[in-house]
């Protein structure tokens, strides 16, 4: 069975603080794709970025950067420079890869970025 | 425009009463599936199908039913709803026959059994 474990359910982060999202997950498969996605305040769920289990070169997009770590099974999503509309629940998932098509999601952590 | 139709994006209805969520996606991708949010318990997925006529259980099946005649259309089924599935359901697609690409999501569907 594959898990995704979020151990912060909530943070709160004054305006322009980095911020780190923890993502630790569980899978017997070599092969196997982590995700994360936004979820803002009007519920939609948006894809943020998926990364493959050969591939543990981290990834900058803007503010965002994902460090994705197989020796502690860990897939951490930092925010630098926080802004307002980044307050939103961010969710970390895992989908195997073969035949077993399902994916699982993190419980989520709610960041709110005060102004 | 790129997307993931689901109706309704409200629903209430009583126990008991069969009902049907729609999905449709306009971006021809193979993979299509289902979730469910609910606090504290983040999204969990019902079912999902890798193709037309090719459709397997998530982790929560219990109490729904799915159907893909068509790529494009993926429904949610709920043949005797009970109160313990008032939930937010959400339905994704990727392109593809696997969920590796990224899920694209529709807007959800809140749903409340009385």
């Known amino acids: 069975a594959q898990k995704v474990t979020q151990a912060q359910t909530e943070i709160s982060v004054v305006e322009k603080e980095d911020v780190t999202l923890d993502c630790v997950y569980e899978t017997r498969d070599t092969t196997y794709y982590l995700f994360w996605y936004k979820q803002p305040p009007s519920g939609e769920l948006v894809f943020l970025i998926r990364r493959n289990s050969f591939d543990e070169q981290n990834e900058i997009s803007g503010r965002y950067s994902w460090n994705f770590q197989k020796s502690t099974s860990s897939f951490n999503f930092t925010i630098t420079a926080s802004q307002v509309v980044d307050s939103a629940v961010y969710f970390c998932a895992l989908s195997g890869s073969g035949g077993y098509q399902k994916v699982t999601f993190g419980i989520g952590t709610k960041l709110q970025v005060i102004p | 425009e790129a997307q993931v139709t689901q109706n309704p994006r409200y629903l209430i209805t009583v126990t008991g009463k069969k009902l049907t969520v729609t999905c449709s996606q306009n971006?021809?991708?193979?993979?299509m599936s289902w979730y469910r949010q609910d606090p504290g318990l983040g999204l969990r997925q019902i079912y999902y199908s890798m193709n037309v006529e090719v459709t397997d259980k998530g982790d929560v099946p219990e109490g729904y039913k799915v159907s893909r005649k068509e790529k494009r259309n993926f429904p949610l089924i709920l043949e005797s709803p009970s109160p313990n599935q008032t939930s937010l359901y959400f339905c994704?697609?990727?392109?593809?026959?696997?969920?590796?690409?990224?899920?694209?999501f529709g807007s959800g569907t809140q749903l409340s059994v009385l």
């Open positions: 994704a697609s990727s392109l593809g026959s696997a969920p590796h690409g990224g899920l694209f």
């Open positions: 971006m021809n991708h193979e993979y």
